[in-house]
Nanobody
Framework: QVQLVESGGGLVQPGGSLRLSCVAS????????MGWYRQAPGKQRELVAT???????NYADSVKGRFTISRDNAKNTVYLQMNSLKPEDTAVYYC????????????????WGQGTQVTVSS
């Protein structure tokens, strides 16, 4: 069993910054790709950023140049540094971790975090 715990969300003024963290714990054999998604009210969930096991990154056009995704494999953690925040960034942010579960035959599986609210407002 694997659990993801997110933290770092909150209320921030336009132009401000926040750093989200997502920590995975449990029977983890190896981490694969990790990413962040967000869902605004009345909108579908969308991809924000991804980072591969080789640390290659990919970003949505709307956040490119403002957000940075990173990972710390020793801590089983993925981060999202959000700078120059805009009101349109307001959403619930979810982390997603693709990994192999420990076992006689390691099984690949994806897990989602519980979500953390990010509100950008004056």
């Amino acid at each position: 069993q694997v659990q993801l715990v997110e933290s770092g969300g909150g209320l921030v003024q336009p132009g401000g910054s926040l750093r989200l963290s997502c920590v995975a714990s449990g029977s983890i054999f190896r981490l694969n790709d990790m990413g962040w998604y967000r869902q605004a009210p009345g909108k579908q969930r969308e991809l924000v950023a991804t980072i591969t096991s080789e640390s290659y990154t990919n970003y949505a056009d709307s956040v490119k140049g403002r957000f940075t995704i990173s990972r710390d494999n020793a801590k089983n953690t993925v981060y999202l540094q959000m700078n120059s925040l805009k009101p349109e960034d307001t959403a619930v942010y979810y982390c997603k971790v693709d990994l192999y579960i420990m076992g006689w035959s390691p099984t690949r599986k994806a897990y989602w975090g519980q979500g953390t609210q990010v509100t950008v407002s004056s």
